[in-house]
């Protein structure tokens, strides 16, 4: 589904966020990506997106190249940025969800079903006219998730899902989250905290000063993800059996 070869990203000032990314994934795979603040993940992510255009190298998403056809990419990939703040752009949850389907100029019936359906996807029936400002980190995040569900993408990018959420929010995202694989999406999930979300992953890739170091399944990696910078989890430093943070 997604193919990326020799992948290469360089800012303005010259400074390398990624070099050389080789990685392909699969349709209907849940992926870790993990790594330590600034190794590139969300720089990836956004390649991934069409948000951004790589220096060198190439992407493929279904067939479709990023740089060269970003409105059809934009239709099977959706992201959820790690702030959810900088994504809301609606009054209401409704308007919020809506905002996708209509910049697809998609007839009004078609919008309003899409809508109808992501808010109850969600969990949001209840909170469909209310202010998005009044809305909990966990509802924001669930909000964020409706939007990008509206546009009905095969593929969802998350880049850091859990940040700024308390554990009655991170376990409310997880489950939709768990959901959304289950029925058939296409996940990659970027972060440095990686103890929320390996148990339920297909398979883990560490990022490092922008190249990938491993890929693997969770189980052969996590005891190596120290090596990277990124903390293992709880159940490793402790010696025991892996646990969902859902249990």
Request: hydrophobic content about 35%; glycine content about 10%; aromatic content about 6%.
């Amino acid at each position: 589904m997604i193919k990326i070869q020799n992948l290469h990203h360089r800012y303005p000032d010259g400074t390398y966020a990624l070099r050389g990314i080789d990685l392909a994934i699969s349709k209907g795979e849940f992926l870790l990506i993990c790594g330590s603040n600034g190794s590139g993940k969300t720089t990836l992510l956004r390649i991934m997106s069409g948000l951004l255009k790589p220096s060198d190298g190439s992407i493929s998403i279904n067939g479709h190249n990023p740089v060269n056809n970003s409105r059809k990419v934009r239709q099977i990939v959706g992201m959820v940025f790690q702030d959810p703040d900088s994504q809301i752009v609606g009054e209401t949850v409704r308007e919020d969800v809506a905002f996708g389907p209509e910049n697809l100029e998609l007839p009004l019936k078609e919008i309003n079903e899409r809508v109808d359906w992501a808010i109850e996807k969600m969990g949001l029936q209840g909170l469909s006219e209310k202010p998005c400002y009044l809305l909990s980190g966990g509802e924001k995040r669930r909000l964020a998730i409706a939007g990008v569900m509206a546009m009905k993408p095969e593929v969802i990018l998350f880049d850091e899902p859990f940040s700024h959420l308390d554990y009655p929010g991170i376990q409310e995202v997880l489950r939709y989250m768990i959901q959304l694989h289950q029925e058939g999406h296409t996940l990659v999930v970027t972060t440095h905290d990686v103890e929320k979300v390996i148990c339920h992953v297909d398979r883990t890739a560490i990022l490092q000063n922008g190249e990938i170091k491993a890929s693997g399944s969770p189980e052969s990696l996590v005891k190596e993800l120290s090596r990277f910078g990124v903390r293992p989890p709880c159940y490793v430093l402790l010696g025991g059996e892996k646990i969902s943070w859902l249990e």
